[in-house]
């Protein structure tokens, strides 16, 4: 009822720049709050960054200075410029949504993840 559709992964040289994106779908009554995350193999998914309803943004130590959320509320998409890119980004980036869900018997909060796109840095 409620998904989340990630875009934008690809192949980038290191130093490069990829901006993924990530709109949400579904009967919503709110996004209280926006994520990314990364997973690459054998390691344990990554929280990239996060923001709030209200603007309110926390990124990781290892992408701080290099990388910037940002979220269009009225399309319901949040967005991840990523620039500076290293090969230790190289992972699949998934979006991450705290969802109030409009339902027939009331409002649900839910905790949606897209698909995951695949950003590979490399030479």
């Known amino acids: 009822q409620v998904q989340l559709v990630e875009s934008g992964g690809g192949l980038v040289q290191p130093g490069g720049s990829l901006t993924l994106s990530c709109a949400a779908s579904?009967?919503?009554?709110?996004?209280?709050?926006m994520a990314w995350y990364r997973q690459s193999p054998g390691k344990e998914r990554e929280l990239v960054a996060t923001i709030l309803i209200g603007g309110t943004i926390n990124y990781a130590d290892s992408v701080k200075g290099r990388f910037t959320i940002s979220r269009d509320n009225a399309k319901k998409t949040v967005f991840l410029q990523m620039g500076s890119l290293k090969p230790e980004d190289t992972a699949v980036y998934y979006c991450n949504a705290g969802v109030l869900h409009a339902t027939e018997s009331g409002v649900r909060y839910l905790e949606v993840w897209g698909q995951g796109t695949l950003v590979t840095v490399s030479s």
């Open positions: 579904g009967s919503i009554f709110r996004i209280n709050v």
